[in-house]
């Protein structure tokens, strides 16, 4: 089974930057599609950015000109770097490779966005 690690996560102030990591098991990310979701305390979980295996992006409306997704196939890893961040920012953040029918799904690593 293919098994996702997410690492990065702290405690940030606004303004500030991070970047996320997302590592693989195995050699999958030359074909799959990888994504980046989040969650906060009480809210349904939103999907952040994407980038096909042809490093093709896309991003939510609330995180354009601030987040950058990118991928390195050959080291099985996916990033977020998360610039300018808010406290509206502030939730846990999911690594997602996707190629139908199959998907799988990190374990989150927390973000917090506080003066």
């Known amino acids: 089974q293919v098994q996702l690690v997410e690492s990065g996560g702290d405690l940030v102030q606004p303004g500030g930057s991070l970047r996320l990591s997302c590592a693989a098991s195995?050699?999958?990310?030359?074909?799959?599609?990888m994504a980046w979701h989040r969650q906060a305390p009480g809210n349904q979980r939103e999907l952040v950015a994407t980038?096909?295996?042809?490093?093709?992006?896309n991003y939510a409306d609330t995180v354009k000109g601030r987040f950058t997704i990118s991928r390195d196939n050959a080291k099985n890893t996916v990033y977020l770097q998360m610039d300018s961040l808010k406290p509206e920012d502030t939730a846990v953040y999911y690594c997602?490779?996707?190629?139908?029918?199959?998907?799988?799904w990190g374990q989150g690593t927390q973000v917090t966005v506080s003066s």
């Open positions: 997602n490779a996707y190629r139908a029918p199959k998907e799988y």
């Open positions: 195995e050699n999958i990310f030359s074909t799959y599609t």
């Open positions: 980038i096909t295996s042809g490093g093709n992006a």
